[in-house]
């Protein structure tokens, strides 16, 4: 029986599909998403649907055995970190990434870790062998069961997958790879959709340990439909700037584990190296008594993480400019106006600049208090001091309110050298005592700025 083929539109944000055109997704409300989507019907089942062999019966949750589902380590920490714990048998992973930020580095560099006690299937559909192979030499991965593919065509590369049966499969990258039944160009939704499809039935029938390489696009996010980020069991992002050696690896979406761990390295001529102590990386060449710059304490995951805050201020004749870089921007508004109402001082005439050293992002309000003691010391041109730092949300009404984990940022804090540290005075947890740190209790954004300044307006 011949296919029949219909016709549907789906949103390249949200993944939802309408039968038809329209300028605006019905779901989600973004403009021009929509793309034509051909669906074949009836004939013969889906290759997706081949079980190899395999007979699904439906079993009582009762009797079903957790045990079987076993970790094991990919060598390199931090990745093992934002996995939580390690790879898992019979999962699929999406990384995605800008263009040359160091996924398939990264990839690559596990292949050679793993590849060691298993064996492993490395699919390239943008480099010849040979320069997969010239890559592997400069970052030293040339030991173990490491099998290189370069082909592109998905039948092909699951034939090779039933004759190798590796334990981990590599497929960089996803945009590459095409089905010959699917009438569309390799990268189109349709091909992302349906090829990530037979791979993540694949993976869970034969119990593999399957990573895909995704592009994103301009907005930041991966290429293809959003409903490939749901159909994978784990979606990690490669961030950072190019001109910048420091990397960021964190987990957006994550069934086996948490998805507030990062992981950080650094790249440099021989690959991606761990840095197991970020708090001193991200610290490392700060000035010394410099006004505009407070020490602020985040937590990723279980992790403390000192970060640096900058802030400069300066006159402006018209039109006040109002830049922030790692700090959200309505954020940072909503700081510099309660720093003017309730502190006391005058920003609203300031072009104000707000910069996060080290490529971090910090959505967590417990840098807020930094952030506004920071702007203060650049607008009174005062230096807070290298040996002090700031933990504590700021309130509309200007009040200083506790974080959660006070002691373990307060910990990090000591461990670093930092001789004072400036809290909110009402806390919900009782704090421990450390050994050369001073607590400055605040109440509100007043008080901090003479507690540490020793002036306000």
């Known amino acids: 029986m011949a296919k029949k083929s219909k016709t549907v539109y789906c949103c390249s944000d949200c993944g939802s599909e309408t039968p038809n055109w329209a300028g605006k997704c019905p779901n989600c409300g973004a403009w021009n998403t929509l793309v034509e989507l051909k669906i074949e019907s009836g004939g013969s089942p889906s290759k997706s649907a081949h079980m190899y062999g395999v007979e699904n019966k439906p ?7 957790t045990s079987e589902e076993i970790r094991f380590d990919t060598g390199i920490r931090e990745l093992d970190r934002v996995l939580g714990g390690g790879a898992v048998v019979g999962s699929l992973v999406l990384v995605g990434g800008a263009p040359g930020i160091g996924k398939s580095t990264l990839l690559l560099q596990m292949c050679g870790k793993i590849g060691e006690d298993r064996t492993v299937l490395y699919v390239t559909g943008e480099e010849s062998e040979r320069q997969l192979k010239l890559r592997a030499e400069r970052l030293g991965v040339s030991c173990g069961e490491i099998y290189v593919l370069s082909e592109t065509d ?18 960089d990258s996803i945009q590459t790879v095409s ?25 869970k029938e034969l119990g593999l340990t399957v990573f895909i390489v995704g592009h994103i696009n301009k907005e930041g ?9 749901h159909m994978v069991d784990c979606v990690l992002y490669f961030e950072g700037e190019r001109s910048t050696s420091f990397r960021i690896l964190r987990a957006a979406k994550n069934r086996f584990g948490s998805t507030n761990e990062i992981g950080i390295f650094e790249m440099d ?28 304490c985040i937590m990723e995951g279980s992790r403390p993480i000192l970060a640096e805050v900058q802030a400069l201020l300066s006159q ?34 300031c072009d104000s600049y707000i910069n996060v ?13 930094a952030t506004v003691l920071a702007i203060a010391s650049s607008y009174f041109d005062l230096p807070l001091g290298s040996d002090i730092a700031a933990i504590g949300e700021v309130g509309l009404s200007g009040e200083i309110r506790s974080v959660n984990m006070l002691n373990q940022r307060l910990s990090e804090i000591a461990r670093l ?41």
């Not at 001529?269 to 710059?293: F, I, W």
């Not at 050293?357 to 208090?369: N, Q, T, V």
């Not at 919900?428 to 700025?449: F, H, M």
């Open 221 to 229: 996010s991966i290429a293809g439909p959003k409903v490939l980020e």
């Open 316 to 349: 402006a004749g018209y039109n006040p400019a109002r830049r922030s870089n790692g700090v959200d921007f309505n954020r940072a508004a909503m700081l510099l106006a309660v720093l003017e109402k309730r502190g006391g001082v005058q920003v609203s005439n």
């Open 357 to 369: 050293i080290g490529g971090l992002y910090l959505d967590e309000p417990a840098a807020d208090l």
């Open 154 to 171: 998905l039948d092909k590369i699951i034939a090779c997958i039933d004759d190798i049966k590796p334990d981990a499969v590599i497929i």
């Open 59 to 65: 079993k009582k949750l009762s009797v079903l055995d």
């Open 269 to 296: 001529e021989s690959g991606l190296t761990c840095v197991e102590n970020p708090s001193e990386m991200l610290l490392a060449g700060r000035p010394e008594n410099s006004p505009g710059t407070c020490v602020a």
């Open 417 to 457: 050298g930092f001789k004072r540290c400036v809290i909110p005075a009402h806390i919900r947890n009782e704090l421990k005592q450390y050994d050369g740190l001073t607590l400055i209790p605040v109440t509100n954004v007043r008080s901090a700025i003479k507690s540490v300044l020793g002036k306000h307006e």
């Open 179 to 203: 089905d010959a039944d699917v009438a569309s160009a390799p990268g189109s939704i349709s091909q992302v959709r349906e090829c990530t499809m037979r791979i993540m039935r694949l993976t």
